[in-house]
């Protein structure tokens, strides 16, 4: 016959008619479409536009009522179908269920934090306007050198990208009148600070600029969560009033709980309640600084256009003031999107895990593939007998992929329990990494990935296992028997799934392992300081009662004097803050970072002037810690108030700025020159900004010069912890009012310390030991799968001579075969990936020869052990036996 | 299942299935025939399309109210591609208690006098 063209019509329907399944196709579509060109003649006959309309009308509604119908019935038959099957192989049905459970809810469960955390708006209306501000010292390596009052009032006058400028500060004080002296976290704020970020309160107002003038009636703001824990959610907290640094301060009204930013706190005041920041000297001292910015921009500004906006400001600052932004600091300013500020330390950390999680499913796929194909191999004559009966092929692949499709979904919904089930886990662990993590939970989002992640998967085993009965379903009826050889193709695909997954768990476990080796290294690394039985105790006294540095150093003497005199205590000293402190740790060294001059010392222009870390610390606070003296002398009680000023360097400082002489007797100043102080000691370094950290210049100064409200450090002669009750009852009895809000040993601080790589070593190890399992099973299973396949084949081996020792070898050989091939690739893959965990790595190089080898080996012993079995069966074959077989 | 309450499991038909049983009530046809003889015996108020009436033929084919005829008429008038279906013995039993099930219904709308005689002007 010839090509003829048909009429359009009938092209059109032909078109039509593709919706329909395709068996009901193959059944009628030459029967329909003949009844369509008849219709079609007719209505041409009688002539009219009204007739053909009203044809194609009735056609296509006709069609796409059906096509539905047709569907479904194929889809319900095909799952009952599917049911009955996975009913009868509950084995093979458990063991994918578990495995892809695991594979979906591993990525159901980092997705929903990765959702939750870095793809996520902030929960703010327009959260995407939100920024942040910050000032920077760039030759001085400081990023966020924070704002003084001034700088605020000109950012707010001068800038013309933002709708509006808010400041935030965290402070600690004690409330009274709520039982007993409480400290409480409190933010600090400006008055429209919840209005730009668009909070309403639950109750009450919130702040109103009068709030905010000088000498305006103190008001605060509870958080939601304070006022619930602490009130029991009283419905009239409102207007009831507390004892704050002697004042009184009126409850004007109670947050929503909205996550709060940058920091969690249990109260808010206004900026004119805080005495630190309404005192003289921060009003005035441009110098002063220790707020944060946050700023919302105009609509269809940029946050590119912010930063311009906010150097040129700065640029502005330094033509006026050049005095307070010398020219070699390097001074500038810039804005980030808050929701980045927030995450930036969350995120490498969950994009790895991200990325381990979908190695996890892949390896889950591949094993799920595999054990399908293992199943085809049996169910092959099923269906070919199927297909002889007249179901087409694509009716076939049709139930199969139904047949998988079902395995997700129920794997699926195993793997979102799951996932459900390690939430709160997960969120204390990225709690570390960032504010946002008390928003991680699973929405509708969350489920639309799962259901992407199940349905995904369920087409590519499905759509694998289905090729294969494709290729077979001819040959099998005409073989009598499943006797197929290793050069089987199925028996080639599946080798090639086990290289897969050898090869994907080969890289999570160079993962976990570097992750592991990088921690070992840290717990190893030197502190500087004895952390075993010190205890640090984080201290408050009323600001508004010691006001003056006199009136603070007789209490801190108080306090030693009481807290040394304690029974089991060996030595005691204050500093304004301990090693592996959380805000330490956080910040960095950068936020106690200040410039200083050496007398004899000229910059030349441009040149950046020194910079160090700074801590004034207790005469015995070098003995407490344990931190050795290195030369000249420690502080004494003499180095009073009165005393001319004497400084302690540690060693880093006098590597950096005397390399070649000795600093002891050299001065600094960090005011210009009005007060110098003389170095007097050399001191060991501590690695007190984390063990990762390298140590910084540090400059310590004699408590009394600078008294602050910080931290009582304590060395015992016992358990420390077992001393916590006294030592507490001990403060409290030189002053009831000063609060111990923190206490914990320097062994727990340097545990903390080291929590974020812990747990990223765990989840990545975790995962690493469920790809390495499922690997492993999956070789075991293909060798056991060929043995059976090949035992006519090895019988008659045996029975020609071969040794049962060579039969082993052959097995096993073929096992490690496959698991090399993996290592192999495996190795390629994650030198390729190295990127990934470069920066999570403490001294220990992406490509560590050690982890490799180790690895390897682990993963090739795996695969031994797991063909040694199957290997044994078949040099044990009876070649009687097996001949027989058939 | 007793064979009443199989052949109650199919109704109510839909009006395409029964019009197409009819249809075949008075001897075996093909597609296009079918459609035609619907369409004439309704006035045109059953118009089946290609899509409804094969859907149709398919779902009663699988339950066995129709059946496909091996007869096929002389080759001369018969075009190869079409199809002839009759009428099962099941399908008849279907067809019958429908069409009671109809007679039943309409025996009731009498007794309760739903249909009112034209009033004389």
Known sequence: MGKETLPFSQRLFRALVRVLPFDFRTNYEGQMEGVFREQHREVEERGGLLGALKLWKETIAGILTTAPREHWQILTSDCSYALRMMGKNPGFTAVAVLTLALGIGANTAIFSVVHSVLLRALPYPQGQQLIFIRQQEKNLGIEDWGFSVKEIEDYRAQNRTLSGLVEYHAMSFTLFGHGDPERVRTGVVSANYFELFGVQPLLGRTFLPDDEKLGAPPVLLLSYEYWKSNFGSDPGIVGKTFDMNDKVHTVVGVLPPVPQYPNENDVYMATSACPFRSSKMHLEDRDMRMMEVFGRLKPGVTVAQASADAATIAAGLKAAYPKSYPENIGFTSSATPLQQELTKEARPTLLLLLGAAAFVLLIACANVANLTLARMARREREIAVRSALGAGRSRILRQLLTESFLLAMVGGILGLVLAYGSLELLTDFVGRLTPRAREIHIDSQVLLFTLTAALGTSIVFGTLSALFSRANITSSLKEGSAGTGSGHPQNRLRSALIVCQVAFSFMLLIGAGLMLRSLIKMQRVDPGFVPQRALAMKTTFSFSKYTTSEQTVVLLKKLLYRVASEPGVLSAAVSDRYPFEPESIVGGAQSVTFSFQIEGRTLEPGQAPPVTTYSSVSPEYFRTLGIPLREGRLFTEKDDQKAPIVVIINEAMKRQLWPNEDPIGKRVTNDGGQNWGQIVGIVGDVREFGLDHPPVSELYVPQAKSPAPGTLLVRTAAEPRSMAKALTAAVHEVDPQTAVTRILTLEQARYESMASPRVTASLLGIFAGLALVIATAGIGGIMALVVNQRVREIGIRIALGARPASILQMVLGQGMLLAVLGVGIGIAGAIALTGLVKSLLFEVPPTDVLTFSGVGLTLLAAAALASYLPARRAAAVDPNVALRAD | ?121
Request: proline share 2%.
């Open chain 2, 1 to 121: 299942m007793s064979k009443k309450r199989e052949t109650e499991s199919f109704l109510p038909l839909t009006a395409a299935m029964f019009h197409i049983l009819l249809a075949l009530a008075d001897g075996e046809k093909h597609g296009y025939a079918i459609l035609k003889e619907v369409a004439r015996r309704t006035e045109d108020k059953v118009r089946l399309s290609a899509g409804t009436l094969y859907g149709n033929l398919s779902r009663l084919a699988s339950s066995g109210l129709i059946a496909e005829s091996e007869v096929r008429p002389d080759l001369v008038l018969d075009d190869e591609r079409r199809r002839y279906y009759l009428l099962t013995e099941f399908g008849r039993e279907v067809a019958v208690a429908e069409a009671e099930r109809m007679e039943e219904a309409l025996g009731q709308a009498h007794a309760k006098k739903l249909f009112r005689k034209p009033k004389l002007a």
